[in-house]
């Protein structure tokens, strides 16, 4: 095989991986807009606890359809298309939201957003992956995940600016519209935003081989990821392809419960990644703080604080991903959470209901508050990061596409179980809620253990459908 020689980093591939991370700068955001404003909507739609749930999870259903069709869709018209679809699709959610008259036009709205969140949790790595030089892939593919965080904080952070000017998420704030509308409406700036660079970036260099317009390839991977040996990575390319010409889902099927191993890898990392609960924490942590005793605005300070410490964790694991390696960063992460989440599950055994309302006393509410962001801190230094950077690069070239959208649209449904089972669990007790993810936190640890593999620095034309996946190996 050729072999070409170091690339050199240019500012260019670092600047159209930022612009192609945007897509998950707007899936946080739109993920967690609705922290704030689902008490003041739950109040004004007059929902009961489970139609709260529902209404929380239900884009995550347009988020599973969105991320099953996207590597499709990606294979057909190309990776910058469906970012552009994405940004579209975030535009008119953000307004439709906004302006809902009624619970079941509201969900409408967030299913449209959440087809625009899984298209983009599914483009975005990939693109990532498929510009960047190997040696820096997985700093690059950690944007995703950066973004993400910085999203739900803006949201976060927005919401409580808006909650604040108006005195309270329900109250009325401009155009005699509450707050809880415009915290939803304030997503169309950077959709437009996130439309308007789609527009400009190049295509993927391994799309363009996949369709024979290896002129085009090679000028993005001279101009952009400052590849040496221009016509040796395209062969490379290209026999990594299997002079495939039509990529499908029928590509993914093996004899391993009728999927190949890579790919069964990919959706259990993608369910691990839900079923420790960190969702719970972006979707529900204002109504969680209030119950340890804080009013609306220290709630809200409270998730954004929160908020401040994903972000500064997720920027840890990027400074050390290509360093550490994936599976250390796992095995650790998944240790830290078991631990975090087991003491929130000890310290809520100890809280009492008033008036229907769960409430934790001294000094269970400091340690619920501490396991809360040390849980956050193993999350956004781990499993945060670092699933999406193997998503991205782990699978061959001839199925990563379709294989990530199998995978995405996995994580999402896990999400959509997760969220919409929080109000049950939390009627049961949040002790059970949170001895069920500390559970799952536990049991990744060993997944990783045994069939996760390392691919630190290996180019996505080694990669192959079961070789490295035994062992980690």
């Known amino acids: ?8 980093i240019h500012g ?9 991370a945007l897509g998950g700068f707007l899936f946080g955001f739109d993920t967690a807009v609705i922290n704030g404003a689902v008490d003041a909507l739950a109040d004004e739609f007059a929902l009961s606890a489970v139609v709260k749930g529902f209404a929380v999870s239900t884009a995550l259903l347009g988020c599973a359809a969105g991320a099953w069709f996207a590597g499709s869709i990606a294979n057909r018209y190309g990776r910058v298309p469906v970012m552009i679809v994405a940004a579209a699709l975030f535009l008119i959610s953000a307004i439709g939201s906004g302006l809902a008259i009624g619970v079941v036009d509201l969900i409408i709205w967030r299913v449209v957003g959440g087809l625009g969140v899984g298209a983009a949790s599914v483009i975005a790595p990939a693109y990532i992956a498929e510009v960047s ?4 892939r997985g700093r690059l593919g950690s944007l995703q995940q950066l973004a993400i965080v910085t999203g739900i904080f803006v949201a976060l952070l927005s919401n409580a600016m808006l909650a604040a000017f108006s005195g309270g998420a329900g109250e009325v704030l401009w155009a005699g519209l509450p707050a809880w509308r415009w915290m939803f409406m304030a997503e169309a700036i950077p959709a437009l935003v996130y ?3 789609a527009l400009r970036l190049p295509e993927s260099p391994r799309y363009l081989v996949l369709r024979h317009d290896e002129e085009k390839a090679a000028k993005v991977l001279e101009t952009y990821t400052g590849e040496i040996d221009v016509v040796g990575r395209i062969g490379q390319i290209r026999s990594s392809l299997n002079n495939t010409e039509k990529e499908s889902l029928r590509d993914l099927v093996g004899r391993t419960l009728g999927l190949k191993p890579i790919v069964w890898v990919g959706i259990l990392l993608s369910m691990f990644q839900q079923f420790v609960g960190i969702n719970v924490i972006f979707y529900y942590s204002t109504t969680l703080w209030k119950s340890v005793g804080f009013d609306e605005s220290s709630a809200m300070l409270t998730s954004v604080i929160g908020s401040i410490t994903n972000i500064a964790t997720t920027i840890v694991a990027i400074l050390l991903v290509d360093k550490v390696g994936r599976r250390v960063m796992l095995l650790f992460g998944s240790l830290l959470m078991a631990l975090s989440l087991g003491m929130m599950a000890v310290a809520f055994s100890f809280a009492t209901v008033i008036d229907g309302e769960v409430a934790l006393g001294q000094p269970w509410s400091v340690i619920a508050l501490i396991s809360a962001n040390l849980f956050i801190v193993g999350f956004g230094a781990t499993w945060g990061p670092i699933v999406w950077v193997l998503l991205g690069e782990m699978f061959p070239n001839q199925i990563r596409a379709s294989a990530l959208a199998v995978a995405a649209a996995a994580q999402w449904l896990a999400n959509f179980f ?3 089972t929080f109000p049950v669990f939390s009627d049961i007790s949040l002790t059970f809620a949170y001895g ?5 936190a536990l049991l990744s640890f060993f997944f990783v253990l045994w069939r996760v593999p390392e691919t630190k620095g290996m180019e996505l034309e080694d990669m192959s459908d079961e070789a490295h996946v035994r062992r980690g190996t």
């Open 12 to 20: 260019q591939v670092i600047g159209i991986a930022i612009a192609a």
């Open 195 to 197: 439309g308007l660079i």
């Open 418 to 420: 997760i969220s919409t």
């Open 133 to 136: 030089p190997a040696r820096v």
């Open 436 to 440: 069920f993810y500390t559970f799952f």
């Open 1 to 8: 095989m050729t072999q070409s020689a170091a690339p050199r």
